[in-house]
């Protein structure tokens, strides 16, 4: 079945750097977009950027854009989301998304905390 796994969050201060990974599985991912999002604390959970199968156009929102770089590796059926610049406010839980026939996919979630 299909299985994402994200791994890289954590405490990380104003203007650093970190880099997100999720392992996928039990699905052609290479075939896939692949999807980050994030849920803040008290708010709806919300499309942070957005990577297509196989040749990797993005695409980002507009808090992210110039910060945060999606990329994959299909190799190792994994996609990453390298955040840099943090601000408090990229303060939530990220999480890996795919869809197939109309179904989401989600990963656990890892918590990425920007704070002094």
């Known amino acids: 079945q299909v299985q994402l796994v994200e791994s890289g969050g954590g405490l990380v201060q104003p203007g650093g750097s970190l880099r997100l990974s999720c392992a996928a599985s039990g699905f052609l991912f290479r075939f896939y977009d692949m999807n980050w999002y994030r849920q803040p604390p008290g708010k709806e959970r919300e499309l942070v950027a957005a990577?297509?199968?196989?040749?990797?156009?993005?695409n980002y929102a507009d808090s992210v854009k110039g910060r945060f770089t999606i990329s994959r590796d299909n190799a190792k059926n994994t996609v990453y989301l390298q955040m840099n610049s943090l601000k408090s406010e990229d303060t939530a839980v990220y999480y890996c998304n795919t869809q197939s026939r109309g179904k989401d996919y989600w990963g656990q979630g890892t918590q990425v905390t920007v704070s002094s």
């Open positions: 990577i297509t199968s196989p040749g990797g156009s993005t």
